[in-house]
DNA sequence: ACGATACCGCACATATTGTTTGATATTATT
DNA sequence: AATAATATCAAACAATATGTGCGGTATCGT
């Protein structure tokens, strides 16, 4: 990739993430955009055809940062084996949450939170997939994915918007205690 | 409310409904609205200082309605009694989102769901935070709230959007069977 | 050194917004 | 039935945002 076209979309991509901690994302202008990244119109245009590709841009970005490296093998599949397990999965996720917390909790802020949230239930499903033979429920494969994904990307937005002490291996800990299993009977 | 009044604002929010399942909201415009409630222009902004407003009214409008009155008496907060428990609260609530299920779901369809689940949220606290004692569980209340009103509401969004043939008694007994109480031990 | 191309600045037509004006029609009240 | 209040309307308005197109310039990869 052409180094301008790497420093035009790093500028970019900082603009709008000052911007998202300013004001709402339906607030933001692509002229606000090109204002603060100090690039030309037709140069946004160029690399992004509308506000929202933008935006998706951005949290592809950051999905492949969080979800790139597994933490250990995916040999075993039990989720509250030390090693490899669900709880270490969730804990090392998290961790990555953190390292990018201010750009996600600007995300989160406003509307673009939904298309992040969208995103990350769908990883999340991969993910829980994985581990589903091993809940004790009488509930229906389809119910628990979505309620898994769905009360773990809600308990990570409230762990990232609101200032809290707890530990990436707190929150994982507090999450799994909440799944029925053989362990947690 | 004047007759007229109670005529346009009937008028807008249909309007906006019917637009919800056709488009986007970020790219619904107040033209859109008021061309398809036959209304002027200054009559619009009459009513609703900007679009953001109108679905919030319209958000309001939808939680009175399901909120409004309760299925039983609220004596007793075992979350499992038949009379008056979590579980019957939860079904009744069930229902009543079955009744609206397409408005609300052009709502959920797009970033205006956003809003939708945001008060959704706040409603369950409340509700959640009498029930919060039943719960065995070594997390934190605040942990425990928002992750009782995330995992419910995203469960709704997902009956509610994907067309499936659960009936509002079976979510309910579903979803409370993921709580860990003393009945679920 | 050279061809490719990313960028710029500018301009343009188009569309949306939010406000104002004065006229008209409907309402609530007496 | 008459009256005062007011909700609505149509039209016009400036201000702003959008998306596209152009030639010229600077920077890049080779």
């Given at each position: 990739m052409d180094r301008r076209q790497q420093k035009t979309r790093k500028a970019i991509f900082e603009a709008f993430t000052k911007l998202l901690g300013e004001k709402r994302y339906s607030n933001i202008t692509v002229q606000d955009i090109i204002d603060k990244a100090n690039i030309g119109r037709s140069t946004f245009y160029a690399h992004f055809e509308t506000k929202d590709e933008l935006l998706k841009a951005l949290c592809t970005d950051i999905f492949r940062h969080i979800?790139?490296?597994?933490?250990?093998?995916?040999?075993?599949?039990?989720?509250?084996?030390?090693?490899?397990g669900l709880q270490e999965k969730l804990t090392h996720i998290l961790h990555h949450l953190s390292d990018s917390r201010q750009e996600i909790k600007s995300i989160l802020g406003c509307e673009s939170g939904e298309l992040f949230m969208v995103n990350f239930k769908e990883y999340l499903c991969v993910l829980f997939e994985k581990y589903l033979n091993e809940i004790k429920t009488q509930a229906p494969k389809e119910f628990v994915l979505n309620y898994l994904s769905g009360s773990f990307s809600e308990t990570v937005r409230w762990w990232i918007v609101e200032k809290n002490e707890y530990r990436p291996c707190e929150i994982a800990e507090y999450f799994i205690s909440f799944i029925p299993s053989e362990k947690n009977a």
């Open positions: 979800f790139s490296d597994s933490p250990a093998s995916e040999k075993t599949h039990d989720f509250s084996k030390s090693n490899g």
